[in-house]
Nanobody, 116 residues
Framework: QVQLRESGGGLVQAGGSLRLSCAAS????????MAWYRQAPGKHRELVAA???????TYADSVKGRFTISRDNAKNTVYLQINSLKPEDTAVYYC??????????WGQGTLVTISS
């Protein structure tokens, strides 16, 4: 059974930083492209960062230079370092395996709230 457990969100001031974690189980994370998504209030879920099994990374234009995705296959965990936070980064953040689209059922996500 696939489980995705996101953590690390919180309330931070604009300009601050957070490190999100995604603990995955039930599938072979080491051979999977993994991605972080976010859903802001009243908006569709969007992909913000992805990392392949070979550690190639891609980012949405809105987060380039501020977000860094990484992975630790030994810990079955994917991370998202988010810096220089802006109020528009406020959203619930989710992780999932990705192959053109998300592969598994969503976890509960982790809420990131930025105060201006």
């Amino acid at each position: 059974q696939v489980q995705l457990r996101e953590s690390g969100g919180g309330l931070v001031q604009a300009g601050g930083s957070l490190r999100l974690s995604c603990a995955a189980s039930g599938f072979r994370l080491s051979i999977s492209t993994m991605a972080w998504y976010r859903q802001a209030p009243g908006k569709h879920r969007e992909l913000v960062a992805a990392i392949t099994s070979g550690h190639t990374t891609t980012y949405a234009d809105s987060v380039k230079g501020r977000f860094t995705i990484s992975r630790d296959n030994a810990k079955n965990t994917v991370y998202l370092q988010i810096n220089s936070l802006k109020p528009e980064d406020t959203a619930v953040y989710y992780c999932n395996a990705h192959s053109g689209s998300p592969l598994y059922n969503w976890g509960q996500g982790t809420l990131v709230t930025i105060s201006s």
